[in-house]
């Protein structure tokens, strides 16, 4: 064990003596480190958490009871290679959260700085969660779901595979979300469609007047004129002048797979 320079270990805590812990690392009672592990400065792991697997855990982060990181993935391609789960500092993962590694040998779960995953949520194989994310409780990511910065699932809410949730979108509770959700919008239902802008939290993030009105045009051609994602794509280009907002928008239509949630 490394760094052991103000580390507390509650005398019932199992750690791996290959752990690596940072100063002023905390480990609750009956949690369990597993000696592939490195944990940063300042983190704080609570009672009976279970950390394992080939995991980083950044610093300052807070991890609450029963929260198991970094466990095999439930991925039944998964073959016993060597994979990854990479989380970034500040995060305050709940109580009862599930997280795992990515699935084939060398692919990893990725998750920022500063985001809030609550309790009971799933991370699964192969997401890229961004930094200042919120997973409500018992949101649930399927395998290879990236989720941008600023974004925000409902409680309930579940993410189909390979999804991805664009910046400063927000999912509302209980939808099932099968397509893509593009940056700045607000998405709902079962399956989840776009309903307008994320108005309140492009207030949240400093957006400008200017911006969000851009960005509201934008949704009304791309959602509300009957237009291919095509076509609206080159009219929201020719009817709305470039900004830093529209241009992500339009990177995003460009790069979707699965198609957009309309």
């Not at 500040?90 to 990515?102: A, H, Q």
């Not at 700045?184 to 776009?194: E, K, L, N, S, T």
């Amino acid at each position: 064990m490394q760094n052991l320079e103000g580390v507390k270990i509650h005398p019932t805590a199992i750690v791996h003596p290959d752990a690596e812990l940072g100063e002023g690392v905390e480990i609750g009672p009956y949690s369990m480190v597993a000696g592939t592990v490195r944990i940063g400065d300042r983190t704080v792991v609570g009672a009976r958490v279970t950390i394992e697997g080939h995991t980083t855990v950044g610093g300052e982060c807070e991890i609450f009871t029963g929260a198991v990181i970094g466990s095999v993935t439930q991925d039944k391609k998964y073959d016993g290679g060597t994979s990854f789960l990479k989380i970034g500092n500040r995060n305050k993962i709940r109580e009862y959260v599930t997280i795992n590694p990515g699935t084939k040998e060398g692919t990893e779960t990725v998750i920022g700085d500063d985001s809030l995953v609550m309790a009971y949520a799933h991370v699964a194989h192969d997401c890229v969660i961004g930094n200042f994310v919120t997973l409500a409780n018992a949101a649930t990511l399927a395998g290879h779901v990236t989720v941008e910065d600023r974004a925000i699932i409902g409680g309930l809410s579940a993410v189909h595979q390979f999804v991805r949730v664009g910046t400063l979108a927000i999912i509302g509770g209980c939808s099932k979300v099968v397509q893509d959700v593009p940056p700045y919008m607000m998405a709902d239902g079962h399956p989840a469609v776009v309903h307008g802008i994320n108005s309140v939290g492009l207030d949240r993030a400093g957006v400008s007047k200017e911006e969000k009105a851009a960005l509201k045009r934008a949704y009304k051609i791309l959602f509300r004129s009957g237009l291919t994602v095509k076509n609206a794509v080159a009219k929201i280009r020719k009817e709305i002048s470039p900004s830093p907002s529209i241009e992500t928008l339009l990177h995003y239509l460009k790069d979707s797979k699965r198609g957009i949630s309309r």
